[in-house]
């Protein structure tokens, strides 16, 4: 158990540490960058799309070195052959889709749990990231009110124009 806890830790710190360093890059790296709004969004999307693959093949390789390196369990249901395999069974665990087709034995249970909690962390922090960026990149044009001029959220009028109800004040 000792062995599937420190493989689990080893493998959260290098998919924290590698999704830090890819959002930290996102923020102040990709400045640098002359780009439109729309295209850094896609950028940052793509980036993002590729740091989760990446950190899901860590947990591949994690689950190939428990099982065939440290024999800390195996797996049942449909058989494992190839590292894509290996792969598929991280996609499903990270993203939390768990189709069930493959499922872990012993202490590669402890392993598939914690890459769960992890995926589900990675991703809410992307989305929150990305959120974020598109709050500050977007350019949000005021609605149209079917009762008057076009606001905003605040429900201010454009600049120039009075709020009907204040007397023009």
Known sequence: MLLSIT????????????????????????????MRASTRILAIMSLLFVTHMLEIGVFALAFVVAERGLGLGSFAGEPIVTLLDYYYFSAITYTSLGI??????????????????????????????LYAAMNRLWV?????????????????????QTRPDDGGA
């Open 7 to 34: 493989l689990s830790a080893l493998a959260f710190l290098a998919t924290a540490v590698m999704h830090l360093a890819m959002l930290r890059w996102c923020s102040n790296g990709m400045a640098r960058l002359s």
């Open 140 to 160: 949000w044009q005021p609605c149209a009110n079917p009762d008057g001029p076009p606001h905003d959220m605040s429900r201010q009028p454009p600049k120039g």
């Open 100 to 129: 069930g087709d493959i499922f872990p034995i012993g202490h590669l249970r402890f392993l598939t749990g914690v890459e769960a909690l992890i995926g589900l962390l990675l991703i809410a922090w992307s989305a929150s990231f």
